[in-house]
C-alpha cells in the first residue's frame, strides 16, 4: 500500500490518495485538490469523508463529475454539511451516495475487495469518523498530532467529544496503527490515547 498526502486550501487540509493494488481510494479532497487527485488515480475505487466540514469536502463534486461510477461516502449525520452550502461559502454540494449508518460504533465496508472500517466519534460534528484501511487510521480533525479538533463550532457537542476520546482511549486493537490526521503530522494511535485524560480537562 502506498499513502499520497497534499495539502490544500488556507487551513491546509491533507487529502490522501490510498493506493492499492485494487485501486485508489480519495480522502477528504479539498479546495483545489481535484487535479492532484484525478493525476494520482487511474483506478479509483470511491471518495471517503471522514466528516462533513468544508474544506475536507469542497472538490466532492467535481471529482463526482469526473469519476461518475465510483461512490461518496460519508457518514449520515454529516450528509447535510455535504448536501447544502450550509456556512454560505460558495461550496457546490455533492451527493453521498453510501451513508454509514453506524452509531458511537464501527462499521466496515467491503468497496473493490477491500474492507474500510468507518469509527464514528462524533464531537466536532455530528459524523465525524476516522477511517481504517488495512492497518492505517486516517483521523481527519478527531485526534491531530499532539491535540484534538475543536468542539465549540456549530454543529459541534463537546459532551460527544467527551464520549468519543474515552472510546478512542479504549480501542486497543488500533493502538499500534498510524494514525493520519486532516492537519499537521502524522502519529501514532497509542501516543494520542495516553493524551486522553489531558484533554478532557480542557473540553
Known amino acids: 500500500m502506498k499513502i499520497l498526502q497534499q495539502s490544500f486550501?488556507?487551513?491546509?487540509?491533507?487529502?490522501?490518495?490510498?493506493?492499492?493494488?485494487?485501486?485508489?481510494?480519495?480522502?477528504?479532497?479539498?479546495?483545489?485538490?481535484h487535479q492532484w487527485v484525478i493525476a494520482h488515480c487511474q483506478k479509483?475505487?470511491?471518495?471517503?469523508?471522514?466528516?462533513?466540514?468544508?474544506d475536507h469536502i469542497w472538490d466532492?463534486?467535481?471529482?463526482?463529475?469526473?469519476?461518475?461510477?465510483?461512490?461518496?461516502?460519508?457518514?449520515?449525520?454529516?450528509?447535510?454539511?455535504?448536501?447544502?452550502d450550509v456556512f454560505s461559502l460558495g461550496l457546490t454540494p455533492s451527493r453521498p451516495t453510501l451513508l454509514v449508518e453506524s452509531y458511537k460504533a464501527s462499521q466496515t465496508l467491503t468497496l473493490g475487495g477491500v474492507e474500510v472500517t468507518f469509527h464514528h466519534f462524533p464531537g466536532h460534528t455530528p459524523g465525524c469518523c476516522m477511517?481504517?484501511?488495512?492497518?492505517?487510521?486516517?483521523?481527519?480533525?478527531?485526534?491531530?498530532?499532539?491535540?484534538?479538533?475543536?468542539?465549540?463550532?456549530?454543529?459541534?457537542?463537546?459532551?460527544?467529544?467527551?464520549?468519543?476520546?474515552l472510546r478512542f482511549e479504549s480501542l486497543q486493537?488500533?493502538?499500534?496503527?498510524?494514525?493520519?490526521?486532516g492537519h499537521g503530522e502524522q502519529t501514532i494511535?497509542?501516543?494520542?490515547?495516553?493524551?486522553?485524560?489531558?484533554?478532557l480537562t480542557r473540553i
Not at 456549530?154 to 467529544?161: G, I, L, Q, T, V
Not at 486493537?173 to 490526521?181: E, G, K, N, S, T
Request: net charge negative.
Open 173 to 181: 486493537d488500533i493502538a499500534a496503527m498510524p494514525l493520519y490526521p
Open 9 to 33: 486550501g488556507v487551513y491546509q487540509t491533507h487529502c490522501y490518495v490510498v493506493d492499492l493494488p485494487q485501486g485508489q481510494f480519495i480522502i477528504d479532497p479539498g479546495e483545489d485538490a
Open 60 to 84: 466532492n463534486a467535481k471529482l463526482q463529475e469526473h469519476f461518475e461510477d465510483i461512490p461518496l461516502i460519508c457518514h449520515k449525520l454529516d450528509a447535510f454539511l455535504l448536501q447544502s
Open 189 to 199: 494511535a497509542r501516543d494520542e490515547q495516553a493524551n486522553v485524560k489531558f484533554w
Open 131 to 165: 477511517i481504517e484501511i488495512d492497518g492505517h487510521i486516517f483521523s481527519g480533525d478527531f485526534i491531530f498530532y499532539r491535540s484534538i479538533g475543536r468542539s465549540d463550532f456549530a454543529y459541534s457537542n463537546p459532551d460527544d467529544m467527551r464520549e468519543s476520546l
Open 44 to 54: 479509483p475505487i470511491a471518495i471517503l469523508n471522514t466528516h462533513g466540514h468544508f
